[in-house]
């Protein structure tokens, strides 16, 4: 297997995880809703866990995604659809670090946003990646 591929698997993996992250947070908080408090602080503690997480795979997917598109275009960087998908990854973050500086009030709602954009712009990527070569 060359590795752009591998690399593609696992930065859609990385997405998945990080997208993941808030279908669990909505879970749990509908599933644990009138539940002994014991039970919905022990499983809001995983979810802290799994912020953390996320912020590591968010930086890994930047990174993974970057070297995915250098190795898939043969050692050089041209537009794609892999470039516009890299760079709504790049939103994604800023927007993240924006509102966690208290720049970007509602930034969750922003970045949720960017995000459902990026899952629009990798379907884009999967079904016709040479589209603007």
Known sequence: MEWYVLLA????GLAAFN??????KWAIKRASQGKEPAIRKAWMQKIQLFSKIHRLTGLLLIVFGLLHGYLALGNRIAWHTGMLLWISILLIFAIFLLGKAKIIKAWVQWHRIADLCFWGLLLLHLLNPWLFL
């Open 9 to 12: 698997w696992v930065n859609v």
């Open 19 to 24: 997208a993941g992250l808030f279908l669990i």
